[in-house]
């Protein structure tokens, strides 16, 4: 069940991904940011924020490790990937942000000395290369035609932070309710965009309130913040961040898919080939075989 969730938090954030970059002319970078939380935080408040009051002295006891992801996952990976939409492409960001499953290989290294076995590094390294190859479309010519900027490196930061979330979830605290968590660092994640989100309406920079960005902001909301990251964390604690982290890579796969069924586009033998090592890869990292790692 837990790979299943898995799939479904990349398929939700793929559509992110693609959207924010379609919608960044008429919806600034932090208002996005401040409404798609806000707007997840009004769905949560119908049957999560009561998790939260209920075990308010759990979570005041917690407070830092909430405040913390609320930090990094909320108000910073997020907010980072929209304001680097600005001004790289949905490829650029992709591509980048599929350096995610080895930040949190270093990251659960670093703090929690949890290693990746030669078999699982394999596995990463297949999936993140079918990745190329279907951003590359095949050929070598088309990724050293690639270029990057800014907007790439704030989305490997964003990356970074996401690492970090992903691999601090092992320290989740005992008893403390998913709902409660969640409806925690959204609360958290908002209070912190607040000034940002002032000081862009200030700078004169506002949303374009149209049916378009309604339904931008109602999508990022439902599905790429509160069911997405309801998913990721349980899947995560679950499976562990390093067997979690493989399956950003069909991000690119899910996009591929969206692009044939709503764009038109046909699908080419490089897109099959790149998908079929993403799984293969994905398998690699995710099944135990052999009796020596059963034992482990």
């Known amino acids: 069940m837990s790979y299943v969730l898995l799939v479904l938090t990349t398929l939700f954030w793929s559509g992110n991904f693609v959207i924010s970059r379609g919608m960044h002319a008429e919806i600034p970078p932090f208002s996005l940011a401040f409404w798609r939380w806000v707007a997840a935080f009004a769905i949560l408040s119908f049957f999560a924020v009561k998790h939260l009051w209920r075990e308010r002295e759990l979570a005041k006891k917690h407070y830092r490790f909430i405040c913390i992801q609320g930090l990094v996952g909320v108000a910073g990976f997020n ?4 304001l680097a939409m600005q001004t790289t492409t949905a490829i650029n960001a992709v591509l980048v942000n599929s350096c995610i499953p080895v930040l949190i290989a270093v990251c659960s290294w670093v703090f929690y000395r949890e290693m990746m076995t030669v078999r699982q590094c394999f596995g990463v390294l297949v999936s993140l290369s079918g990745v190329v190859l279907i951003i590359s479309r095949g050929e070598l010519a088309h990724l050293l035609a690639v ?3 800014q907007g790439d490196l704030l989305v490997l930061f964003a990356a970074l932070l996401w690492a970090i979330y992903s691999a601090n979830l092992k320290r989740y605290p005992q008893g403390l309710h998913p709902m409660a ?11 912190v965009l607040v000034p940002f989100y002032g000081y862009e309406l200030v700078s004169g920079k506002a949303m374009q309130v149209s049916v378009a960005s309604v339904g931008t902001i109602l999508y990022v909301a439902l599905f790429a913040s509160v069911l997405a990251f309801i998913f990721w964390n349980r899947a ?4 562990g961040a390093n067997k979690a982290g493989p399956f950003i890579h069909l ?14 586009e046909k699908i080419q033998s490089y897109h099959l080939q790149g998908i079929v090592m993403i799984f293969i890869g994905i ?8 009796r020596r790692e059963a034992r482990g």
Do not use: D, E
Not at 181 to 191: A, E
Not at 236 to 239: A, G, Y
């Open 79 to 82: 907010t980072l990937i929209y």
């Open 147 to 149: 270029s990057f900027n």
């Open 181 to 191: 968590y969640q409806s925690g660092i959204v609360l958290f994640g908002v209070l």
């Open 236 to 239: 995560v604690r679950t499976v």
């Open 251 to 264: 991000m690119p796969v899910f996009s591929t898919i969206l692009a044939v069924i709503f764009l038109g």
């Open 283 to 290: 398998a690699m990292t995710t099944f135990r075989v052999g």
